[in-house]
């Protein structure tokens, strides 16, 4: 039974930093396609952030390039999402996703409908 739990979120300032965890459970030992995708009320889901999870094929939305950061902690269990110069239009319920198509140009396409995803966090920025 796989569980993906997030934490992290919060509210912060304009300018300000959060990192977002997310740890896993009930996966099996192969690489997984992993990431984090977010949605604002009344917008469609948009991907931010892929791995695979041997730290290849990492990519970013433009939005984000240069200010978030994903990684992958040393046990391989937990997801991070290091977010820094958080501005308003980063505020939206940030969703951890696993085992996904990441190897191509379409991983931030097919991060928002990953066969695993956790349950969100909310990240509000003002």
């Known amino acids: 039974h796989v569980q993906l739990v997030e934490s992290g979120g919060g509210s912060v300032q304009a300018g300000g930093s959060l990192r977002l965890s997310c740890e896993a459970s009930?996966?099996?030992?192969?690489?997984?396609?992993m990431g984090w995708f977010r949605q604002a009320p009344g917008k469609e889901r948009e991907g931010v952030a892929t791995?695979?999870?041997?730290?290849?094929?990492?990519r970013y939305a433009d939005s984000v390039q240069g200010r978030f950061t994903i990684s992958q902690s040393n046990a391989k269990n937990t997801l991070y999402l290091q977010m820094n110069s958080l501005k308003p239009e980063d505020t939206a319920m940030y969703f951890c996703?696993?085992?996904?198509?990441?190897?191509?140009?379409?991983?931030?396409?097919?991060?928002?409908?990953?066969?695993?995803r956790g349950q969100g966090t909310q990240v509000t920025v003002s």
């Open positions: 996703a696993y085992d996904f198509y990441c190897t191509g140009p379409g991983a931030l396409r097919s991060v928002v409908a990953p066969r695993y």
């Open positions: 009930g996966l099996s030992d192969r690489r997984y396609c």
């Open positions: 791995m695979i999870s041997d730290g290849f094929y990492t």
